[in-house]
């Protein structure tokens, strides 16, 4: 599976983006897929995933309330839904994918498989 994350870009404290994450090679609906975030000089973070089965979530609790995650396995692309941003959300996003995730290694980064090359989100304040 190749995971293409675009969205990212420069925004002020309160807007909205919409984060996408495409796939290909694959069929995409039998994966779990995750958002991580990567902010400079700190570790690779969940943000949310959507689990393949029954179409789950899970969020962080920084971003409960204010970002969504959905998915479309039609068109191959999860997307974050990123509202009422704040300066502590600037990093790198970072999309992934595995078919193989067990509930209790949802967070966990190593645990998936596939990663996209990550688009930066700015929230200036």
């Known amino acids: 599976v190749q995971l293409q994350a675009s969205g990212g870009g420069l925004v002020q404290a309160g807007d909205s983006l919409r984060l996408s994450c495409s796939a290909s090679?694959?069929?995409?609906?039998?994966?779990?897929v995750a958002w991580f975030r990567q902010a400079p000089g700190k570790e690779r973070e969940f943000v949310a995933d959507t689990r393949w089965s029954a179409g789950t979530t899970l969020y962080t609790d920084s971003v409960k309330g204010r970002f969504t995650i959905s998915r479309d396995n039609a068109k191959n692309t999860v997307y974050l839904q990123m509202n009422s941003l704040k300066p502590e959300d600037t990093a790198v996003y970072y999309c992934?994918?595995?078919?193989?995730?067990?509930?209790?290694?949802?967070?966990?980064?190593?645990?998936?498989?596939?990663w996209g090359q990550g688009t930066l989100v700015t929230v200036s304040s």
């Open positions: 992934a994918a595995g078919n193989r995730i067990i509930a209790s290694q949802r967070m966990t980064p190593s645990a998936y498989d596939f």
């Open positions: 090679g694959r069929t995409f609906s039998s994966y779990s």
